[in-house]
Every structure is written in structure tokens, then in C-alpha cells.
């Protein structure tokens, strides 16, 4: 099989209806057609009912910004829809984990209607820096959860500040 057998089109409209033919016909064409079909409708699906958590295949959710001062480091995660009581936050071996839960279910009578929705997340963000463990503070607020890491003395002294030059020199 040539790569030129996997397109869908061809230049030839003649050999085109040929290939499509053929396809019909194997079955492991059929079986990664029908495959593929199930894997994009499962993606739509998901898409649909949660806000990028489980339909960014691609990326990690939820989204987090993390910033650092000398003293502390903060982590910032936007979780929509969700309430501190569905939500984690661990701190283990200088790895920051964020992890949540969400039980959703709709019923309504009047319209024969009824739906149940089940996600969960797992975040881990590696911190790189000793920090003051009894003095993480974490908070939740309108879907947006704030955690803050206060940096070990000893992290903070192993930070230099280099002066930059004005002068350049050469190798």
C-alpha cells in the first residue's frame, strides 16, 4: 500500500471512484474509518459539555498562570463551574497537584428530560524551589483558585541578582 492509496481524492475523477471502491471493500479500511468516526464524535461530545476540560486533548487543563517573587511563588488556575469543595490541592516532594471532581445531574419532568455528567481533573506543576510548607495558603474565589508558595530561606538566599553591564565582551 502506497501513501498515495490512503488519500480520499485523486486527479483521476475514474480513479478515484476505483479507490473508494476498493476501500469499501477492505475491511481494515472500514474498521479505521469507522474508528476514527468514534474518536472525533467522542471529542465533539466532550466539547460540548465541559469547557475545555476534558475536550483540549491537546493542552492540560485547567489553565494555569504561575508567577515568582523572591519570597514567594504564585499559582493561579481558572476552574469555572466548579466549587472549593470539588477541588484539591496537595503538596508533595516539591510537586504542587491540583485535582478536582465535578457530579453534575439535570432532570426535568415537564420535558422528559434528564442528563448526568461526570469530570474530573489532575494538575501537577513541579515547584523547583524549597518551600515553607505550613505556610501554603490556598483560596477560591468566582472559579478562579489562587495558591501561594512561600519560599525557604534557604531559597530565597540562593537567589543572585547579576548586574548587567554596559559593556559587551568579546570571545
Known amino acids: 500500500m502506497t501513501i498515495r492509496d490512503l488519500m480520499p481524492w485523486s486527479r483521476d475523477a475514474n480513479q478515484a471512484s476505483t479507490l473508494f471502491r476498493d476501500r469499501d471493500q477492505d475491511p481494515f479500511m472500514s474498521l479505521h474509518r469507522e474508528m476514527s468516526r468514534l474518536v472525533d464524535d467522542m471529542f465533539?461530545?466532550?466539547?460540548?459539555?465541559?469547557?475545555?476540560?476534558?475536550?483540549?486533548?491537546?493542552?492540560?487543563?485547567?489553565?494555569?498562570?504561575?508567577?515568582?517573587?523572591?519570597?514567594?511563588?504564585?499559582?493561579?488556575?481558572?476552574?469555572?463551574?466548579?466549587?472549593?469543595?470539588?477541588?484539591?490541592?496537595?503538596?508533595?516532594?516539591?510537586?504542587?497537584?491540583?485535582?478536582?471532581?465535578?457530579?453534575?445531574?439535570?432532570?426535568?419532568?415537564?420535558?422528559?428530560f434528564?442528563?448526568?455528567?461526570?469530570?474530573?481533573?489532575?494538575?501537577?506543576?513541579?515547584?523547583?524551589?524549597?518551600?515553607?510548607?505550613d505556610k501554603v495558603a490556598a483560596d477560591f474565589r468566582n472559579?478562579?483558585?489562587?495558591?501561594?508558595?512561600?519560599?525557604s530561606e534557604k531559597a530565597q538566599s540562593r537567589t543572585k541578582r547579576i548586574p548587567i553591564g554596559g559593556k559587551s565582551t568579546k570571545h
Open 44 to 112: 465533539r461530545g466532550f466539547g460540548s459539555r465541559l469547557p475545555s476540560m476534558l475536550s483540549s486533548a491537546g493542552g492540560s487543563w485547567p489553565s494555569v498562570e504561575i508567577s515568582e517573587t523572591d519570597k514567594e511563588i504564585r499559582v493561579t488556575a481558572e476552574i469555572p463551574g466548579m466549587e472549593d469543595k470539588d477541588i484539591e490541592v496537595l503538596l508533595d516532594d516539591g510537586v504542587l497537584t491540583l485535582r478536582g471532581e465535578k457530579q453534575a445531574e439535570t432532570d426535568d419532568k415537564e420535558r422528559q
Open 114 to 133: 434528564s442528563e448526568r455528567f461526570y469530570g474530573r481533573f489532575e494538575r501537577r506543576i513541579p515547584i523547583g524551589f524549597e518551600v515553607e510548607e
Open 143 to 151: 472559579g478562579v483558585l489562587f495558591v501561594t508558595l512561600p519560599k
